[in-house]
């Protein structure tokens, strides 16, 4: 499962093309980086690129793309109506998929310090990278902007986390972050009202709307005893929003940007756009989003509205997508297409692959049948995890959606979601399972005429042999975990089905003992014989315990079966 982060840097610079083109050339001239979006500004001067990766390609983009603007862009005679400090002004890292805020901060700190140490860049860490809750705001980390760096620059409160304490007069410095992903959404009324949609999006933005005095939009803002405006919070943390009027569709809308997915979920806006439009008498009749989404933030919303049905979560991605996509109404202004819109699958859609699991059954035993020696016993025992694990699930589903079972549906479909997830994994093993042992020869295939050469191809084979040892052991784990499901599903499941939870316990075991054989075979290629003794030993221990496992669930099966 790949680790996407994406970048979000801002140069200063938005009216020479030729300035621009090259700072977004250097970042694809990454491998492993795609670049998604470069949006210049004349009055701000100023442009925004997206690009998105894995980790370590995407940081080294963020690095190249900073030294080439530094090189490019003079401080001294920067004008534009944005306010900046440096020729890279901000760099915000934003996790996207299968990564922590934890990671990303990480990584953050990892490119503050390499463009301060090697380009001599003052870098202020904000947002989730700050190491003081005083650097968070970005407003005050470019407080002075670039005018007033010299001087705080000469403040000792005013060190950079990382690099010199010194005005690099050409460059500035650079704010390095880490944040939340930002949602781009507009939610679609019923109204042309442009007042009617203002009202919507004050009820619900964080901020807000200001307490007035008699008439509530007329009226004179109240002010506390400070002189301060009072004003009124919205409902949504993390949200901003405003309504206006599209010539293009005839309808207005709640235009919102959600800065922080965790806190407000994009189903979550949804709804709440759409209980206070109806409290106005409006209805949200779809939604709108601009840019690109994760593909948590639709998978979550599809999940949320199986819930609401009391419907089974344990479905394909594609099942939740569809069910996102017709409950918001994504779908209501033009086509909603996963593969433009979901950053995942906008990536999958470009670097596909031929995946032993995109085969058809018959394809894929006929590749096995074939002279090649991949795919082997170990992607076998991954997909007959697959299969038990898909077993267990289906048992499970049945069971959700039994007539007069309505009270225990939950159950089941919480069974069923990890049922799901443990056979996405096990299916992703599969084709692992080929990639490890490719991995092993084309180590063997390093040159080997030097004593260079001859040290780096036997690192790589014992690199590589660790892999392919810890690959069918992770399928071994995997697999093991299915006997829970499976088990749980014998004994309280749909009794019609019974023997189908006895079938996956079957194939849980042979993915098991398979998988265990190929851990002996690639252990026995590492020289380090303590760690494959330990890894041929935690190996002996899931056989033994899937061998329990499976008679414990085959004596609950036949006992149902001739009760």
């Known amino acids: 499962m790949k680790k996407l982060i994406e970048c ?41 690129v997206t690009f998105v990766g894995e980790p370590e390609p995407v940081i080294e983009a963020a690095f190249r793309a900073i030294r080439k603007a530094a090189e490019l862009i003079d401080m001294r005679k920067h004008k534009g109506a944005h306010p900046r400090f440096g020729a890279t002004d901000v760099c915000p890292l934003v996790p996207v998929a299968n990564i922590t805020m934890e990671e990303t901060i990480e990584y953050a700190h990892k490119l503050g310090e390499r463009v301060g140490r090697e380009l001599g860049i003052p870098v202020y860490c904000y947002e989730n990278a700050a190491f003081t809750p005083e650097r968070r705001n970005l407003a005050h980390v470019r407080a002075g902007e670039y005018e007033g760096l010299a001087e705080k620059l000469s403040k000792p409160e005013w060190k950079p986390d990382f690099g010199p304490a010194e005005f690099n007069a050409t460059a500035g410095a650079t704010a390095v972050g880490a944040r939340d992903f930002l949602i781009a ?31 509530p939009v007329t009226g004179k803002i109240k002010k506390d005893e400070k002189g301060n405006e009072i004003w009124i919070p919205g409902t949504l943390k993390g949200t901003k929003a405003i309504g206006w009027f599209i010539d293009e569709y005839g309808i207005a809308q709640v235009s919102m940007n959600i800065t922080n997915i965790s806190q407000t979920p994009l189903h979550v806006a ?70 433009e819109k979901i950053i995942e699958y906008m990536l999958a859609a470009e670097e596909k692959q031929k995946l032993l699991v995109d085969l058809s059954a018959k394809g894929f035993a006929y590749e096995t049948a074939s002279e090649s020696p991949a795919p082997g016993g170990g992607s076998i025992s991954a997909y007959a995890g697959a299969l038990g694990a898909a077993l267990g699930t289906m048992v499970a589903n049945l069971s959700a959606h039994k007539p007069g079972w309505d009270e225990e549906w939950e159950y089941f479909s919480d069974w069923a979601e990890k049922g799901h997830h443990l056979m996405d994994e096990l299916l992703h093993l599969v084709d692992e399972d080929t990639r490890a042992f490719n991995k ?81 075979i690639n252990a026995a290629g590492l020289e380090d014989k303590a760690l494959a003794n330990s890894l041929i030993s935690k190996g002996a221990e899931i056989e033994q315990k899937a061998i329990q496992a499976e008679k414990e669930i085959l004596e609950i099966v036949n006992a149902k079966i001739n009760a």
């Open 270 to 339: 949804f709804e709440e756009v759409s209980e206070k439009a109806r409290l106005r008498g409006l209805r949200v009749t779809g939604t709108e989003i601009v840019g690109l989404v994760p593909a948590r933030a639709i998978l979550e919303a599809g999940r949320y509205f199986l819930r609401k049905q009391q419907r089974s979560l344990g479905v394909p991605d594609s099942e939740l997508i569809k069910i996102a996509v017709k409950s918001m109404g994504l779908d209501d202004l033009k086509p909603f297409k996963p593969e």
């Open 440 to 520: 092993i020869m084309d180590a063997f295939g390093l040159p080997k005429a030097t004593e260079e050469e001859k040290a780096a191809r036997k690192k790589a084979i014992q690199e590589a042999t660790l892999y392919a040892t810890l690959t069918p052991l992770q399928t071994m784990e995997k697999s093991f975990e299915a006997f829970e499901i499976i088990k749980a599903m014998a004994e309280k499941g749909n009794p019609n089905s019974v023997s189908d939870a006895g079938v996956g316990a079957l194939c849980a075991r042979t993915a098991v003992m398979g998988a265990y054989l190929n851990v002996k």
């Open 185 to 215: 959404v507009n939610f679609n009324l019923n109204t042309t009202s442009t007042r009617r949609a203002n009202a919507v999006a004050f009820d619900v933005r964080e901020k807000g709307r200001p307490l007035r005095e008699g008439n």
């Open 8 to 48: 979000v840097p801002n140069f200063s610079e938005g009216r020479d093309m030729g300035i621009i083109r090259q700072i977004t050339s250097e970042i694809e001239n990454v491998e492993g980086v795609r670049l998604l979006d470069v949006d210049p500004g004349q009055a701000t001067n100023r442009t925004v």
